[in-house]
Nanobody, 115 residues
């Protein structure tokens, strides 16, 4: 059974940093594209960024220059390094992975940016 588990969320002050992880377990398939999404209260889900298997990335304009996505294919893990965090980055962050012909999603981790 494929599972995605996010970790690393929490409370941080504006201007601070956090690093999220997304670990994929239970898969016998190659993991292709992976991505991070976020959803703030009463707002639509927003794509933060995606990364291909070869490491090519694409980011939302709102996080360019502040967030970096990376992955370790040997460990089936993806990361989201978030710097210079702003209150508007507060949301539940979820990861997704495409493998075995479908998308899988994690449960999400809360990131709160507040002083």
């Amino acid at each position: 059974q494929v599972q995605l588990l996010e970790s690393g969320g929490g409370l941080v002050q504006p201007g601070g940093s956090l690093r999220l992880s997304c670990a994929v377990s239970g898969s016998i398939y190659t993991i292709w594209n992976m991505g991070w999404y976020r959803q703030a209260p009463e707002k639509q889900r927003e794509r933060v960024g995606v990364i291909s298997r070869d490491g090519t990335t694409n980011y939302a304009d709102s996080v360019k220059g502040r967030f970096t996505i990376s992955r370790d294919n040997a460990q089936n893990t993806m990361y989201l390094q978030m710097n210079n965090l702003k209150p508007e980055d507060t949301a539940v962050y979820s990861c997704t992975a495409y493998l075995g012909g479908r998308d899988y999603w994690g449960q999400g981790t809360q990131v709160t940016v507040s002083s």
